[in-house]
């Protein structure tokens, strides 16, 4: 029996209650008298989220946010199915089913991404058709291929099919999409949208019947460009072990109320919200609901004192109440070394006009610039004085392919980072001011078998990620202090950037704009094609 001040987010008021719990569900709810200092709220539910970009395991991760009052998540796995397909996908069911965070998945609706990359595996729509029988299977998730999508390709609409056949929600992943390809992509029955930036698209799809997620990731955050436009759900989507440490729902929400949020309406966008859309048998304290609920000391900055699952307790005072054992699973990195000439871009004039990525500091967008290079020894040269580096990406599934360009916004002055973690196919991914420190970082990953690595001189930093190359065995606090620490390492390097692994790691994602990298080369994401590096 649990007594507190109940948020009843039916008539949306707040009133004394005693909640008796039986069998691990809610028998009943009875208003009674009392003056209590703590308010009685569902559990939270996190609508959207990738687990593997929180660098950790499923049981690892349940472990990290369930003291922050998050008992359900809607994950989608996309990250090791590009890696691994279905014994990826397979391998996140398993662990996750350890623990007690409610952990529910969506289909990986594009595996790989899209054509112009190199992936570990492809998913079509029979493996989706099956997947979607699964009862822990809650959606087709998040379809990528807006492009497939407006063009009609039969097999992108084939796996929309399957959805609507299982009456399976259709996530979507539309960015700056507007006017009458966003009614295309709207037409075939896509629901979601988490990739809003501006107040003025969330408006036009919001409009338009899409359900509006408001994304405050460590990377992406959106929350206080359309927090006055209102959304339906609040999510993370990508959320790094550091920023876990601080919170999770629990700080988004608080996040919104500073922002002008009505509180009770915060509470509806991680509750009753998307367990509705996702047909969920959580996010509300009624008969017959299973006992999934967060006790706080109020309904401003939500901090969490008591977390309970089935009516057990699971978390207290900001600690995780159960133990585990996170499952392992074999990965390789199948990549011959690789030599500094590997990382030239050769020209036989003295100078080149080039294309440039830009990225920009909190978002995911990217914008495209210019910058004339020298050419020396017939390779054109990073200019790191002005912020203009070298990119690659060097495939890892065996066909030995690397593509390179240039990049501005992460000012390292000396030295090269680089990542295993690269939105999706999950490539390795390189950064640097020289060619000789970026044939080492990429080396080093591979000697690893994954991870994010910094190279200073002779000095090596890293953090592993064994499964998968992307996540490690670890507890967040292990992780969150490696991560930390080669953030510090970047910073004394010139890079001031929040989370500049997690920015460089989505600047291989094709499908958002304006200019991307895979392993096959420079991606214009408007155009939707390759073009040169080099421009004439």
């Known amino acids: 029996m649990i007594r507190g001040n109940l948020l009843n987010l039916y008539t949306e008021d707040i009133y004394p209650a005693e909640l008796e719990i039986e ?114 299977i809650v959606a087709l998730g998040e379809m990528m291929n807006f492009s497939g999508v407006i063009e009609k390709d039969p097999t992108v609409l084939e796996k929309i099919r399957a959805a609507k056949k299982y009456k399976k929600p259709i996530d979507g992943h539309a960015p700056l999409l507007s006017g009458a390809d966003l009614c ?48 339906d759900f609040l999510v993370s989507d990508d959320i790094q072990p550091e920023d876990i440490l601080k919170g999770h729902l629990d700080l988004i929400l608080k996040k919104a109320v500073s922002l002008g949020l009505d509180p009770i309406e915060a509470v509806k966008m991680v509750t009753i919200n998307p367990a509705s859309h996702y047909n969920l048998d959580t996010g509300s304290l009624n008969p017959g609901k299973p006992a999934d609920l967060v006790l706080v000391d109020d309904m401003e900055i939500f901090n969490i004192k008591r977390v309970f699952i089935n009516g057990k307790i699971v978390a207290e005072d900001g600690k995780p109440l159960f133990t585990l054992e996170t499952l392992p699973i074999e990965n390789k990195i199948n990549l011959t070394p690789k030599k500094p000439s590997d990382f030239e871009l050769k020209s036989p004039n003295k100078q080149e006009l080039v294309r440039v990525i830009e990225v920009l500091e909190g978002q ?65 991914i390189v950064v640097g001011t020289n060619s000789q420190d970026m044939a080492l970082a ?82 214009d994401v408007g155009k939707f094609q390759f073009v040169d590096v080099v421009k004439n």
Do not use: W
């Not at 796995?77 to 007690?100: F, R, T």
């Open 23 to 136: 069998n691990g569900k809610i028998k009943c709810v009875k208003e009674v008298k009392g003056d209590f200092k703590q308010f009685i709220l569902p559990g939270f539910i996190d609508a959207h989220i990738h687990i593997e970009s929180s660098m950790l395991t499923p049981s690892r991760f349940a472990q990290a946010v369930l003291p922050h009052g998050t008992t359900s998540v809607v994950t989608d796995p996309h990250e090791i199915a590009n890696v691994m397909g279905l014994n990826g996908i397979k391998y996140m069911m398993e662990d996750a089913a350890s623990v007690p965070l409610r952990i529910f998945f969506t289909v990986p609706s594009c595996v790989p991404a899209t054509p112009f990359e190199t992936s570990g595996a492809t998913i079509g729509s029979k493996e989706i058709d099956e997947l979607l029988k699964n009862d822990e």
């Open 184 to 231: 295309k992509y709207l037409e075939v029955g896509i629901s979601t949208d988490h990739e809003c930036t501006e107040a003025e698209e969330a408006t036009e799809k919001s409009r338009l019947g899409m359900k509006i997620m408001i994304r405050e990731g460590s990377s992406a955050k959106n929350l206080a460009d359309l927090v006055e436009v209102g959304g």
């Open 364 to 428: 995911l967008l990217t914008q495209s610039s210019e910058a004339i290079l020298k050419v020396e020894n017939g390779a054109i040269q990073p200019e790191a004085g002005k912020d203009i580096l070298k990119i690659a990406v060097v495939e890892r599934y065996g066909h030995d392919r690397v593509s390179n360009a240039f990049v501005s916004g992460f000012n390292l002055r000396n030295g090269a980072f680089a990542s295993s973690v690269a939105h999706d196919s999950h490539n390795i």
């Open 442 to 523: 990429a080396n080093y990953i591979a000697e690893l078998g994954g991870g994010l690595v910094a190279i200073v001189g002779e000095a090596k930093h890293a953090l592993k990620l064994p499964i998968a190359g992307l996540m490690s065995t670890a507890n967040v606090k292990e992780v969150a202090s490696d991560l930390k620490s080669l953030h510090e390492t970047l910073k004394s390097m010139g890079c001031a950037m929040k989370s500049p692994f997690m920015t460089m790691s989505f600047l291989t994602l094709l499908v958002i704009p304006e200019f991307r990298i895979s392993d096959q080369g420079l991606f």
